[in-house]
C-alpha cells in the first residue's frame, strides 16, 4: 500500500507538473494586421529566468508561430526550464510575385532584401515587447536566447548583424540590449558590402549548416555590387577574425535538412545556452554526423528550385 500510494503521488506530480506548462497569446505590434507572439511557460521554471525566443522558417512565403515544428520545439524547451516565446513576422514574398518569375540573382536579391528587412523588423519589435513585459512573463530580459529555423534562421542572425551595426532594422531593440546567445539552424547574414563588417561585437553565436546546402549558401551567394547573402562558413570566418566566441556545427554532405535538425539537437542547443549564461563561452568548430540528417532532396535543391515548387 505504501508503495502504491508514493507510486500515485509520483504519477500526479508528473500530471500536474505537465498540466503546469501553460501558452498565453499576446499581440506585439501593429502592421497591416495585428502581429501575435506566444509565451510557452514552463511548469518548472529554470532558476535563472532564462527564455527563447523562436522564429519559424519557411521560406519567407510560409509558416507560422504555432505550426508543428514550433510547438515541439516549445515543447522540448519548455521541459528544461525555458520560457520560450513564438513570434509572428511579415511574410515578405506571402503576397507578392512569386520568386519563380525572377531568375537573375540582381531580382533575388532585391526580393530577399525586402523580405529580410521586415521580418529583422518585426523580430525586434517582438524583443522589444518582450523586455518591456519581462516582469509580467517572468523573465529575465538579460538572459534571452534567439533561434530561427531557415528564413528564421536568416531572421535572428540578420537582427544580430543590425544591432552590432546600428542599423535601422534593429531600432526597436531597447537600448544596450544584446542576445544572450544566437542560434540559427541553416541561417546567414544579407550584406551590401563585399565582406562582413561589424561595428561592435555579434553575440555568441552557435552555427550550424550542411555543406550542400544550396537554398541558404553554406559559404556565399551573390553578385558584386549588390546585397550578398552569408553563410555560416562565412560567418564563422569572419567571427573568427574577430575573435568572437562561437561554435561551428558543419555537416558534410548535407544540404538545407539541417534547418529542422531541432529535435535532435536540443541538447547541444542547451550547452550552448548554459555556457553563454555562465560567461564562460568557448570556441568550437566541428564536424558532426547524425543519422536523423540524411541527404534528400532538399541537398541537391536550389533556391530557384525551391520556389518554383
Known amino acids: 500500500m505504501k508503495k502504491l500510494l508514493i507510486l500515485t503521488t509520483l504519477c500526479l506530480f508528473g500530471i500536474l507538473s505537465a498540466m503546469g506548462q501553460s501558452k498565453t497569446t499576446y499581440p506585439f505590434v501593429e502592421r497591416d494586421s495585428t502581429l501575435y507572439l506566444d509565451v510557452h511557460r514552463p511548469a518548472v521554471a529554470r532558476a535563472d529566468k532564462a527564455a527563447v525566443i523562436s522564429v519559424f522558417g519557411g521560406g519567407f512565403i510560409l509558416g507560422a508561430r504555432?505550426?508543428?515544428?514550433?510547438?515541439?520545439?516549445?515543447?522540448?524547451?519548455?521541459?528544461?526550464?525555458?520560457?520560450?516565446?513564438?513570434?509572428?513576422?511579415?511574410?515578405?514574398?506571402?503576397?507578392?510575385?512569386?520568386?519563380?518569375?525572377?531568375?537573375r540573382l540582381t531580382d533575388l536579391d532585391k526580393?530577399?532584401?525586402?523580405?529580410?528587412?521586415?521580418?529583422?523588423?518585426?523580430?525586434?519589435?517582438?524583443?522589444?515587447?518582450v523586455v518591456e513585459h519581462a516582469n509580467e512573463i517572468d523573465i529575465d530580459p538579460a538572459k534571452i536566447a534567439l533561434t530561427g529555423s531557415s528564413a528564421g534562421a536568416i531572421t535572428v542572425l540578420q537582427l544580430d548583424f543590425c544591432r552590432a551595426n546600428g542599423w535601422p532594422q534593429a531600432s526597436a531593440l531597447p537600448e544596450g540590449w544584446k542576445p544572450a546567445a544566437v542560434i540559427p539552424y541553416a541561417?546567414?547574414?544579407m550584406c551590401k558590402t563585399a565582406d562582413l563588417k561589424y561595428e561592435t561585437d555579434p553575440a555568441p553565436t552557435l552555427l550550424m549548416h550542411g555543406t550542400k546546402d544550396k537554398i541558404v549558401a553554406y559559404n556565399e551567394l551573390g553578385i558584386p555590387f549588390h546585397p550578398k547573402l552569408f553563410?555560416?562558413?562565412?560567418?564563422?570566418?569572419?567571427?573568427?577574425?574577430?575573435?568572437?566566441?562561437h561554435w561551428f556545427i558543419r555537416f558534410e554532405g548535407i544540404g538545407h535538412e539541417v534547418a529542422s535538425w531541432f529535435p535532435g539537437s536540443v541538447d547541444l542547443f542547451c550547452a550552448f545556452v548554459n555556457q553563454?549564461?555562465?560567461?564562460?563561452?568557448?570556441?568550437?568548430?566541428?564536424?558532426m554526423t547524425d543519422e536523423v540528417l540524411q541527404p534528400t532532396e532538399w541537398t541537391n535543391m536550389t533556391v530557384f528550385q525551391l520556389y518554383k515548387k
Not at 111 to 129: G, H, N, P, S
Open 111 to 129: 526580393l530577399f532584401q525586402y523580405c529580410i528587412d521586415i521580418a529583422t523588423e518585426d523580430c525586434a519589435a517582438a524583443v522589444k515587447w
Open 231 to 245: 553563410g555560416s562558413k562565412a560567418i564563422d570566418r569572419k567571427m573568427k577574425s574577430l575573435d568572437i566566441p
Open 187 to 189: 541561417g546567414g547574414v
Open 276 to 287: 553563454c549564461l555562465s560567461g564562460r563561452v568557448s570556441n568550437l568548430d566541428a564536424t
Open 66 to 103: 504555432d505550426n508543428d515544428y514550433q510547438s515541439r520545439l516549445a515543447d522540448s524547451l519548455t521541459e528544461r526550464g525555458f520560457t520560450v516565446i513564438n513570434i509572428d513576422y511579415r511574410l515578405g514574398l506571402k503576397d507578392s510575385v512569386r520568386v519563380a518569375n525572377h531568375t
